[in-house]
């Protein structure tokens, strides 16, 4: 949706007046000459050149904050944390069936169970038929439309909750991943002294009728090296969980696994939608 249907007149107004002060406020301040306003011109062409780089730059460097003013509200109310989508999020993946997988029969790394419960931020009380929409990087580090030995929409899934609320989906433990770092954006952050490196994660967008969508980011591991300096700044503690590991055998035999397993509790709140 472009800008001009989302903002009023005056809005709008105000926004393009503002953008235009504060740059011209960045030029008088930094006193930029002829030659660098000629290579940041050449820099936003680089970057409009390709259909990825200029969301890519926003997101590494705003969509935080962007999110944080979008949901202030929702935080107020209890409801979890949100994330940022980021930009490997695909439409139609489909939804799974019972018992809910992510990955293929044979997916290469460490087996990771994720399960909790969904509930109303206020009351407390479970939501059945919950529609959780789920991706992640595979255990190389790579989304499904990187890496042409995955099939398409392997690592994504729909699952619904039950009756009581409550999800279980299996998967493996995510990689940790780099964003592309072959352009502007990569050379940007080199000139920062900045890394590009994601932690590993996995992607949630839950919906129900009646209540605020929400998108957010499960982390894994307190150990994770990338925790602290997240290229894309997204990581909020709340959302941190360590693996448990589970090597009895009858565990194994339950569950179908024939290794050493892993299982996260993420229990997630969605605030009613204002009437």
């Not at 042409?148 to 990689?175: A, C, L, S």
């Not at 900045?194 to 150990?223: A, E, M, N, S």
Request: aromatic letters at 12%; glycine letters at 8%.
């Amino acid at each position: 949706m472009q800008l001009e249907q989302m903002a009023t007149g005056e809005r709008l107004r105000a926004i393009y007046q503002d953008l235009l002060q504060t740059i011209a406020d960045f030029i008088r301040r930094h006193r930029i000459t002829e030659s660098e306003y000629r290579a940041a011109l050449e820099f936003m062409a680089e970057m409009a050149r390709s259909p990825y780089e200029i969301p890519l730059w926003f997101d590494i460097f705003f969509g935080r904050l962007v999110d944080d003013i979008t949901h202030e509200e929702y935080n107020r109310l209890g409801g979890t944390s949100s994330a940022i989508l980021g930009p490997y999020y695909l439409e139609g993946a489909p939804e799974r069936p019972r018992p809910y997988r992510l990955g293929r029969q044979d997916e290469p790394g460490e087996v990771l169970f994720v399960r909790g419960r969904v509930s109303d931020a206020a009351s407390g009380a479970p939501l059945a038929g919950a529609l959780l929409d789920v991706w992640q990087a595979a255990a190389n580090g790579l989304y499904d439309h990187q890496d042409p030995d995955q099939p398409p929409f392997n690592m994504r899934g729909k699952f619904r909750t039950d009756e009581e609320g409550r999800y279980e989906f299996r998967t493996v433990i995510p990689n940790n991943y780099t964003i592309p770092h072959d352009g502007p954006t990569g050379r940007f952050l080199t000139v920062l002294g900045r890394h590009y490196w994601r932690p590993k994660h996995i992607h949630f967008k839950v919906t129900h009728q009646g209540y605020l969508p929400l998108v957010t980011q499960l982390y894994i591991g307190h150990d994770d090296p990338y925790l602290e300096s997240d290229v894309a700044n997204a990581v909020k503690p709340e959302l941190v969980v360590d693996p448990v590991r589970h090597d009895d055998r009858r565990e194994m035999e339950a569950l179908g696994v024939e290794r050493p397993f892993y299982t996260v509790d993420f229990d997630i709140r969605l605030v009613p939608a204002p009437a």
